[in-house]
């Protein structure tokens, strides 16, 4: 039988220092272990340990020279965590925090998530600890340039197939495809998230925020509320932020806050269609920062250095990155009436924070749920470039809103408490974890 408890002692003794992937870890095998025993086989077959340590870990030496001429390092890493269901595919984060902890709780995540959006792909995750942040358009490609030098004997269409994340969106991954290219003389699905002109699928880049609001709408269903007229709290103001801010003010909801590394923007008056182009432009075109929103647009206050979970709302969107709501800002969500919290990042909630929203029996939507629109688009994605076929924006929207749906229901199904209460953690894991566990049983011990 498995003990939880002890699986996680041992990763923890063998992998010291990853707190990160630790977390990941232990969050997942707390969910899945009643069900996990109901399978004896499981155990003979050592699943657990197979399915919690990646298949493969790449680490290479990336160097680029900067503008100045001088000649410098950064660290790159791709996870290959699991192909049982399909080939690899996950982001790459480009991000000064990058470690093997962080790629490795994202390449764990993955792999029950991309199980979950019903499409064929196994899990992954990749990057490096350099920051396009501050960088000029050269650097930036000759980074990417650098980057893939070495990545690329590592991936292929049906190999590993990677994508976007933190610090990596459509330039990136035009500068990557690039190189690819160039290299093998290939023309081939091996990265998503690529510009429309060359292979790309619409509604990508607006998939991962449209699709959180999607799985929202749904579990605010599950209580007839709805969307329209409510208050919401989003951090971050990258990719996912930007298109959850986007899908929330066109169903009429009020969107209150963004926010980057650097502190949190207020607009009490909400952030209506046309503040919102300016934010587009300001983030996509200028590469500024949220603070200068508050400069053009006086009514809202800008907090220098804070998190955005203090203000009064209805609903609370978290789009920026790991363990940005503690217990603390949890228990402020909540005692501000807070009525539903549907992730955007991956692992935004501490566990301190996702005990105090279970314990309030909030509507709670962990990542790998409410985040999977993304990869489920790029799975589309790879579909369309095996297809060399393009489909149209509304097939895709579609498409996504079928699969956020699916993925509701198989949280329902596998979530659902005695008392009634929807565990979305629960329901996610299990769904996610069965369907990677039955095909790694398939396939031997390999
Ligand atoms: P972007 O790089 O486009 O945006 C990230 C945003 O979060 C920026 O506003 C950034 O601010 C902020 N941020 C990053 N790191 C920190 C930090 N340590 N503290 C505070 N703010 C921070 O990334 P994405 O929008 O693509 O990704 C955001 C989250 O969503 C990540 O957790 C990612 O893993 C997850 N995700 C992304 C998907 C996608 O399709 N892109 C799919 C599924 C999940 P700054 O500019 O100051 O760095």
């Given at each position: 039988?498995?003990?939880?408890?002890?699986?996680?002692?041992?990763?923890?003794?063998?992998?010291?220092?990853?707190?990160?992937?630790?977390?990941?870890?232990s969050?997942?095998?707390?969910t899945?272990?009643?069900?996990?025993?109901?399978?004896?086989?499981?155990?003979?077959?050592?699943?657990?340990?197979?399915?919690?340590?990646?298949?493969?870990?790449?680490?290479?030496?990336?160097?680029?020279?900067d503008?100045?001429?001088?000649?410098?390092?950064?660290?790159?890493?791709?996870?290959?965590?699991?192909?049982?269901?399909?080939?690899?595919?996950?982001?790459?984060?480009?991000?000064?925090?990058?470690?093997?902890?962080?790629?490795?709780?994202?390449?764990?995540?993955?792999?029950?998530?991309?199980?979950?959006?019903?499409?064929?792909?196994?899990?992954?995750?990749?990057?490096?600890?350099f920051?396009?942040?501050?960088?000029?358009e050269g650097?930036?490609?000759?980074?990417?340039?650098?980057?893939?030098?070495?990545?690329?004997?590592?991936?292929?269409?049906?190999?590993d197939?990677?994508?976007?994340?933190?610090?990596?969106?459509?330039?990136?991954?035009?500068?990557l495809?690039?190189?690819?290219?160039?290299?093998?003389?290939?023309?081939?699905?091996?990265?998503?998230?690529?510009?429309?002109?060359?292979?790309?699928?619409?509604?990508?880049?607006?998939?991962?925020?449209?699709?959180v609001?999607?799985?929202?709408?749904?579990?605010?269903?599950?209580?007839?509320?709805?969307?329209a007229?409510?208050?919401?709290?989003?951090?971050?103001?990258?990719?996912?932020?930007?298109?959850?801010?986007?899908?929330?003010?066109?169903?009429?909801a009020k969107?209150?806050?963004?926010?980057?590394?650097?502190?949190?923007?207020?607009?009490?008056?909400?952030?209506?269609?046309?503040?919102?182009?300016?934010?587009?432009?300001?983030?996509?075109?200028?590469?500024?920062?949220?603070?200068?929103?508050?400069?053009?647009?006086?009514?809202?206050?800008?907090?220098?250095?804070?998190?955005p979970?203090?203000?009064?709302?209805?609903?609370?969107?978290?789009?920026?990155?790991?363990?940005?709501?503690?217990?603390?800002?949890?228990?402020?969500?909540?005692?501000?009436?807070?009525?539903a919290?549907?992730?955007g990042?991956?692992?935004?909630?501490?566990?301190?924070?996702?005990?105090v929203?279970?314990?309030?029996?909030?509507?709670?939507?962990p990542?790998?749920?409410?985040?999977?629109?993304g990869?489920?688009?790029?799975?589309?994605?790879?579909?369309q470039?095996?297809?060399?076929?393009?489909?149209?924006?509304?097939?895709?929207?579609?498409?996504?809103k079928?699969?956020?749906?699916?993925?509701?229901?198989?949280?329902?199904?596998?979530?659902?408490?005695?008392?009634?209460?929807?565990?979305?953690?629960?329901?996610?894991?299990?769904?996610?974890?069965?369907?990677?566990?039955?095909?790694?049983?398939?396939?031997?011990?390999?």
């Amino acid at each position: 039988m498995m003990k939880a408890t002890e699986v996680i002692e041992n990763l923890k003794q063998r992998f010291p220092g990853e707190p990160e992937y630790i977390q990941a870890v232990s969050q997942v095998l707390a969910t899945i272990e009643d069900e996990y025993n109901l399978h004896p086989d499981f155990e003979a077959a050592n699943l657990i340990e197979r399915l919690c340590i990646p298949d493969r870990i790449l680490q290479f030496r990336v160097t680029w020279t900067d503008d100045a001429g001088n000649v410098r390092t950064n660290m790159g890493y791709r996870i290959q965590h699991n192909n049982a269901i399909g080939p690899y595919k996950g982001g790459l984060r480009y991000h000064q925090s990058v470690n093997l902890s962080i790629l490795k709780f994202l390449a764990f995540e993955q792999t029950f998530k991309n199980s979950l959006t019903t499409l064929p792909m196994g899990g992954a995750k990749g990057g490096s600890d350099f920051s396009p942040r501050g960088k000029s358009e050269g650097e930036v490609m000759r980074f990417c340039q650098a980057f893939m030098n070495e990545l690329y004997r590592h991936i292929g269409p049906d190999e590993d197939v990677p994508a976007g994340d933190i610090g990596v969106g459509g330039r990136e991954v035009g500068y990557l495809f690039g190189q690819y290219k160039k290299l093998t003389h290939q023309f081939q699905g091996v990265l998503t998230g690529k510009g429309t002109s060359f292979g790309g699928s619409l509604i990508r880049p607006e998939a991962t925020g449209y699709g959180v609001v999607y799985f929202l709408e749904s579990m605010l269903a599950t209580r007839n509320i709805a969307l329209a007229g409510k208050k919401v709290l989003i951090s971050g103001s990258g990719n996912v932020a930007q298109y959850a801010a986007r899908k929330c003010i066109e169903l009429g909801a009020k969107v209150l806050t963004l926010s980057d590394s650097d502190g949190y923007i207020y607009d009490p008056d909400g952030i209506d269609a046309e503040k919102f182009e300016y934010v587009m432009e300001l983030k996509n075109i200028f590469r500024g920062r949220i603070r200068e929103y508050a400069e053009q647009y006086p009514s809202a206050q800008y907090h220098e250095y804070e998190r955005p979970w203090r203000e009064v709302a209805d609903i609370a969107l978290p789009c920026a990155t790991q363990n940005e709501i503690d217990g603390d800002d949890a228990a402020a969500l909540v005692a501000n009436g807070v009525v539903a919290v549907a992730e955007g990042a991956n692992m935004p909630s501490t566990p301190e924070a996702v005990k105090v929203f279970q314990d309030a029996k909030l509507l709670y939507a962990p990542g790998k749920a409410s985040n999977a629109g993304g990869v489920s688009v790029s799975g589309l994605e790879m579909t369309q470039n095996s297809e060399r076929l393009s489909w149209t924006a509304k097939e895709v929207d579609d498409y996504l809103k079928r699969i956020m749906n699916d993925i509701h229901e198989n949280c329902i199904r596998y979530g659902t408490e005695p008392d009634g209460y929807i565990n979305y953690v629960k329901g996610a894991n299990v769904a996610g974890f069965m369907k990677v566990a039955k095909a790694m049983m398939s396939q031997g011990i390999v």
